[in-house]
């Protein structure tokens, strides 16, 4: 092999290999730069499951932005990614209804004593807004925030659907600020 | 490329009869030009590169208080270990007990934290000063402690940590020098999940 070479041939040798090269280059400079964007800018999901109901449906396709998890700006009321306390490998998506230091009331609208719990420092309460149909905050308790990946900010798909999300159907977000003592 | 230089040349010297000073500064301009470009090329490739190698392969970490001792910063004081965290090892959250981990700290999401791992998931754990004094490590979590008992704000505070908050696997000292060494996981005598006491004692 090595004795049949002759000069062209090097020379194409030679040439292939540059080629490769720079393609190889290319190659990893796009990943890196679509590894970039898509964990400091935003990515596309694909949500499923019926725990989110009347506001993302199975199969939506929606956009997460990631900076404001980075620079700690998610807020009550938002639609986050965050991975599953059990299972890393898997992601929910689930409103924001309480922040760190944030009362919850964790017993169902018909009892007659109400529990509450505080949600302790670095996490979050997520629930569903399909309340009766949804795994969150109420069955396996407050989540890390460091857990969040991203805030749904946009709803891409289905097309006659498309624009920013809807508040909260459920009336569990409270708004006013009378109880962060 | 070796032509195009010469070409310049040539064309500089053809012109410096018109009026050098002029030529000077395009020229210049043009050298100058042709150094912000390659600088900002240079700039777009380099960046994404060093973040996604930062995030995907490697992390450079330097290990700030007492609670690894005597494993890292044995003297204390003021001068910290440096620590290569390998990240490319944990991207399918796969650890074993006794490796030493950095973890997103579930109490204030902006630090990360550095522990050793003392059970996995489904283990039993004789805590230290946890409220319980047995505890079975639930599905995707794992039970993490620091080196230095009592000096250490770990799992025996806020109980066992999701996997999802694992960030890198500490694989090397880099600095100091003279304690540079390969990270071999290793459980502390007399810790460790119930039932699994008498393997892997030793890593």
């Known amino acids: 092999m090595v004795k049949a070479l002759n000069a062209p041939s090097v020379e194409m040798f030679r040439r292939a290999l540059g080629k490769t090269l720079g393609f190889v280059g290319y190659t990893i400079q796009y990943g890196c730069i679509a590894h970039c964007a898509f964990e400091y800018i935003g990515e596309f999901?694909?949500?499923?499951?019926?725990?989110?109901?009347?506001?993302?449906?199975?199969?939506?396709?929606?956009?997460?932005?990631?900076?404001?998890?980075?620079l700690c700006k998610i807020e009550k009321g938002d639609i986050v990614i965050a991975k599953s306390p059990f299972d890393p490998h898997m992601n929910i998506c689930k409103r924001v209804v309480g922040l760190e230091g944030d009362k919850i009331c964790t017993s169902a609208p018909s009892d007659l004593f109400k529990a509450h719990t505080y949600v302790p420092k670095g996490h979050v309460w997520l629930e569903g807004d399909n309340l009766t149909n949804?795994?969150?905050?109420?069955?396996?308790?407050?989540i890390p925030?460091?857990?969040?990946?991203?805030?749904?900010?946009?709803?891409?798909?289905?097309?006659?659907?498309?624009?920013?999300?809807?508040e909260s159907p459920t009336k569990r977000i409270v708004k006013n600020q009378n109880n962060s003592d | 490329m070796s032509t195009g230089i010469i070409s310049a040349d040539d064309d500089a010297d053809f012109l410096l009869s018109l009026s050098p000073a002029s030529v000077h500064s395009a020229l210049q301009m043009k050298a100058g030009r042709r150094y912000l470009r390659a600088f900002i090329s240079g700039f777009f490739v380099a960046v994404p590169v060093t973040v996604t190698a930062l995030d995907r392969l490697a992390y450079v970490a330097r290990v700030e208080g007492a609670s690894m001792q005597p494993f890292f910063n044995p003297e204390?004081?003021?001068?910290?270990?440096?620590?290569?965290?390998?990240?490319?090892?944990?991207?399918?959250?796969?650890?074993?007990?006794?490796?030493?981990?950095?973890?997103l700290s579930p109490k204030n999401p902006k630090q990360?934290?550095?522990?050793?791992?003392?059970?996995?998931?489904?283990?039993f754990i004789r805590t230290l000063s946890?409220?319980?004094?047995?505890?079975?490590?639930?599905?995707g979590h794992f039970w993490i402690e620091g080196d230095h008992h009592?000096?250490?704000?770990?799992?025996?505070?806020?109980?066992?940590?999701?996997v999802g908050l694992l960030h890198g696997r500490a694989s090397h000292i880099i600095w100091p020098p003279n304690r540079w060494q390969r990270i071999s996981p290793s459980l502390p005598p007399h810790r460790g999940p119930l039932e699994t006491e008498e393997e892997e004692e030793d890593g």
């Not at chain 1, 694909?46 to 404001?68: A, K, L, Y």
């Not at chain 2, 990360?112 to 283990?123: A, F, H, N, S, T």
């Open chain 2, 76 to 103: 204390g004081g003021s001068d910290c270990d440096v620590v290569l965290l390998d990240r490319w090892s944990v991207r399918n959250y796969q650890v074993q007990r006794g490796d030493i981990v950095s973890v």
């Open chain 1, 45 to 70: 999901v694909v949500c499923s499951g019926p725990s989110m109901e009347p506001t993302i449906v199975n199969h939506d396709i929606v956009f997460s932005e990631r900076m404001s998890r980075h």
């Open chain 2, 112 to 123: 990360k934290i550095i522990k050793r791992v003392i059970g996995l998931e489904g283990d």
């Open chain 1, 145 to 166: 925030y460091a857990l969040i990946r991203g805030r749904v900010c946009l709803k891409l798909w289905p097309p006659h659907s498309f624009g920013t999300l809807s």
């Open chain 1, 134 to 142: 949804s795994s969150d905050s109420r069955s396996y308790g407050p």
């Open chain 2, 150 to 162: 009592g000096h250490s704000l770990d799992s025996n505070s806020f109980g066992p940590v999701s």
């Open chain 2, 130 to 139: 946890y409220k319980n004094r047995y505890v079975r490590v639930p599905d």
